[in-house]
């Protein structure tokens, strides 16, 4: 199915250890973002990528890893969960950079949930 | 430093009463502004972009206007399938990456 897909959709783990979420994109867009939402704090940018290994920091990096092997994939690992990483994780794609032409397109997002 | 506000937080309706949704923003040299409707436990959905002051679009019962300070969301008539979260988003930052304000949660009552 053409999309844009993330997984898992809801996710527990301890804190201190690693997880990843996963983000798939179908229409090979150039540009892919990892965006937090929290309440009081609306979406922040956490990472995003041009192309397929070009990848920079956003907003709130501290925390995060990603990598951008190809251009459909953009994972993001935590590499030591802390509570106050207990969000929801949504992943974009657009065409152009900042969306010029039809905005991003999101994912369903990942309720991750620290303990 | 950009920044988008919107306001109100909340706001309730009973349908068929119209309102507005407001975004003001700060940026250095607006490079669009983007309005998204997101609904409980989905992503948002892109509706509209805007680039220059006094351009407007229309989708349905929606209607987004821009100054050079502030964007409106005008909701004409609004249905109860109208209830959802909508958040504002200009363009900013060295990279021109969107930034996006918290949003404003409009319930449409039947």
């Known amino acids: 199915d053409a999309g844009i897909t993330q997984s898992p959709r809801y996710k527990i783990t301890e804190t201190g250890r690693q997880v990843t979420l996963m983000c798939h994109q179908t229409?090979?867009?150039?540009?892919m973002f990892w965006y937090r939402q929290d309440l009081g704090h609306g979406l922040r940018l956490i990472y995003y990528?041009?192309?397929?290994?070009?990848?920079d920091k956003g907003e709130v990096p501290d925390g995060y890893v990603v990598s951008r092997s190809k251009t459909e994939n953009f994972p993001l690992t935590l590499e030591s969960a802390t509570r106050s990483q207990t969000s929801v994780y949504f992943c974009?794609?657009?065409?152009?950079?900042?969306?010029?032409?039809?905005?991003?397109?999101f994912g369903s997002g990942t309720r991750l949930t620290v303990v | 430093e950009d920044q988008v506000t919107q306001s109100p937080e909340a706001l309730r309706l009973q349908e068929g009463e119209s309102s507005s949704l407001n975004c003001s923003y700060t940026?250095?040299?607006?490079?669009?502004l983007f309005w998204y409707r997101q609904d409980p436990g989905k992503g948002p959905e892109f509706l509209f972009t805007?680039?220059?002051a006094g351009e407007e679009k229309e989708k349905e019962r929606l209607k987004a206007t821009l100054t050079k300070k502030e964007s409106f969301l005008h909701i004409t008539a609004p249905k109860p399938e109208d209830s959802a979260t909508y958040l504002c988003?200009?363009?900013?930052?060295?990279?021109?990456?969107?930034?996006f304000g918290k949003g404003t949660k409009l319930s449409v009552k039947p």
């Open positions: 974009a794609s657009s065409e152009q950079a900042g969306g010029l032409l039809g905005g991003y397109t």
């Open positions: 229409w090979s867009h150039s540009y």
């Open positions: 990528s041009a192309a397929a290994d070009i990848t």
């Open positions: 940026v250095s040299g607006l490079r669009g």
């Open positions: 805007l680039y220059s």
């Open positions: 988003a200009v363009r900013g930052g060295s990279q021109g990456n969107l930034i």
